[in-house]
């Protein structure tokens, strides 16, 4: 049976392509030239099939405030029991002064960033189906290598200490801590995310299947966040550009209906 692209993925087939790469510069120069092998150990392409969600949160907290009400709940108890609870309403008497609510920056959280994404066989080679292309993306969420009962964090990943730190303090060495081996996510033409760590990878296999037996598409939900916290300027570059068209020898939009739709029909029957 033929699915129609606009079932599989809804009407408005403009759906920009994702990138999660683990060298992006390596990748490019693959794309450009294919006899050029590809050095890393992630390049997987996928289709939006959702918007794309941003936002942040600040901490902050009122220490003033919390330990004057701690101090008012203790006399309020003193004076209770030396009245002998004759008293009608001692916490009457103690109000909170609008000073001691003014609040403190406390931190911020990491970003958490959430991208749906589908796979499509346009064709039944393998390497190219959707089974294959999805089953990429969970290398990310998985030990790299298992030696000696021992897991290695995903594609190599680890945390290198700066040269340049000269202290012992936790500040210090924190200071110089340095994440290796992170993700980059690329959406379309407006977003390029830059030392990303994938945090969880969730597909489900359609049902339907193209003549090899394998799922038509593979469609699923990926998480992710930046290895260490960014800065509001970090945010900006984010956004400041992403990935132009002459980067990538396929293009940052999908391809037309007619011309993906054909290609399935063609492994399909």
Same mark, same amino acid.
Not at 1 to 13: P, T
Not at 216 to 233: C, D, H, Q, W
């Given at each position: !049976?033929?699915?129609?692209?606009?079932?599989?993925?809804?009407?408005?087939?403009r759906?920009?392509i994702?990138?999660?790469?683990?060298?992006p510069?390596s990748?490019r120069d693959?794309?450009?030239? *294919? =006899?050029?092998?590809?050095? #890393?150990?992630?390049?997987? &392409?996928a289709i939006?099939s959702?918007?794309?969600? +941003?936002g #942040?949160?600040?901490?902050?907290?009122?220490?003033f405030?919390?330990?004057?009400?701690?101090?008012?709940?203790?006399?309020?108890?003193?004076?209770?029991l030396?009245?002998?609870?004759?008293?009608?309403n001692?916490?009457s008497?103690?109000?909170?002064?609008?000073?001691?609510?003014?609040?403190?920056?406390?931190?911020n959280?990491? *970003?958490?960033?959430?991208?749906?994404?589908?796979?499509i066989?346009?064709e039944?080679?393998?390497?190219?189906?959707?089974i294959?292309?999805?089953?990429k993306?969970?290398?990310a969420?998985?030990p790299d290598? $298992? &030696?000696?009962?021992l !897991?290695?964090? *995903?594609?190599?990943?680890?945390?290198?200490?700066?040269?340049?730190?000269?202290?012992?303090?936790?500040s210090g060495?924190?200071?110089?801590?340095?994440?290796?081996?992170?993700i980059?996510? &690329? +959406?379309?033409?407006?977003?390029?995310l830059?030392?990303?760590? +994938?945090?969880?990878v969730?597909?489900?296999?359609?049902?339907?299947?193209i003549?090899?037996?394998?799922p038509?598409?593979?469609?699923?939900?990926?998480?992710? &966040? *930046?290895?260490?916290? $960014?800065?509001?300027?970090d945010?900006? =570059?984010?956004? #400041?550009g992403?990935?132009?068209?002459s980067e990538?020898?396929?293009?940052t939009?999908?391809?037309?209906?007619?011309? $993906?739709?054909?290609? +399935?029909?063609? $492994?399909?029957s």
């Open positions: !049976m033929f699915y129609r692209m606009d079932e599989l993925l809804g009407s408005d087939f759906h920009a994702v990138y999660f790469l683990d060298h510069k990748y693959n794309q450009k030239d *294919p =006899n050029k092998k590809y050095s #890393g150990r992630l390049a997987v &392409e939006t959702s918007d794309f969600a +941003i #942040g949160s600040t901490e902050f907290h009122a220490p405030e919390e330990t004057m009400k701690s101090a008012a709940e203790y006399i309020n108890y003193v004076k209770t030396s009245s002998g609870f004759s008293s009608r001692f916490g008497q103690f109000s909170t002064s609008t000073n001691e609510t003014v609040a403190f920056y406390k931190g959280q990491k *970003p958490k960033f959430s991208v749906n994404v589908a796979f066989s346009t039944s080679k393998v390497g190219e189906r959707a294959d292309k999805a089953l993306l969970l290398r969420v998985y290598v $298992i &030696e000696g009962g !897991m290695k964090a *995903p594609l190599g990943y680890h945390v290198n200490l700066s040269s340049k730190v000269k202290t012992k303090t936790a060495l924190a200071k110089g801590l340095i994440p290796q081996n992170t980059t996510v &690329e +959406i379309g033409n407006y977003a390029k830059t030392g990303q760590v +994938i945090t969880e969730n597909l489900t296999l359609s049902k339907q299947t003549r090899d037996g394998t038509l598409f593979v469609s699923g939900t990926v998480n992710f &966040e *930046p290895a260490k916290m $960014i800065s509001y300027r945010l900006q =570059n984010y956004f #400041g992403g990935t132009t068209e990538f020898s396929k293009p939009i999908t391809d037309s209906f007619a011309n $993906i739709s054909g290609k +399935i029909k063609g $492994i399909l």
